[in-house]
Nanobody
Framework: QVRLVESGGGLVQAGGSLRLSCAAS????????MGWYRQAPGKQRELVAT???????NYADSVKGRFTISRDNAKNTVYLQMNSLKPEDTAVYYC???????????????WGQGTQVTVSS
């Protein structure tokens, strides 16, 4: 079974920083794109940032210049460095990855359980 486990969420004041991590584990053959999404109360889940296996990145306009996504392919881990946090960044942040596992030998979409980020004003 493939699992994505996030860590690093918490409570921070506006202007502060947090770093999220997401580690994939299990019988993993390969990982293509990895990314972060977030869902605020009463809102739909939205893309925050993605990164390909080759390191190409994509960001939501709302986080450009403040957030940085990176990955360590050797550790099957993706990170999200969040700086200059704003109250509107408050949400549950979810890790996502396209993974070929040794169980299915197909690419499948996996999600983590989510980690809460709360930014106080």
């Amino acid at each position: 079974q493939v699992r994505l486990v996030e860590s690093g969420g918490g409570l921070v004041q506006a202007g502060g920083s947090l770093r999220l991590s997401c580690a994939a584990s299990g019988s993993i053959i390969s990982i293509n794109a990895m990314g972060w999404y977030r869902q605020a109360p009463g809102k739909q889940r939205e893309l925050v940032a993605t990164i390909t296996s080759g390191g190409s990145t994509n960001y939501a306009d709302s986080v450009k210049g403040r957030f940085t996504i990176s990955r360590d392919n050797a550790k099957n881990t993706v990170y999200l460095q969040m700086n200059s946090l704003k109250p509107e960044d408050t949400a549950v942040y979810y890790c996502n990855a396209d993974i070929m596992s040794g169980y299915t030998w197909n690419m499948n979409d996996y999600w983590g359980q989510g980690t809460q980020v709360t930014v106080s004003s």
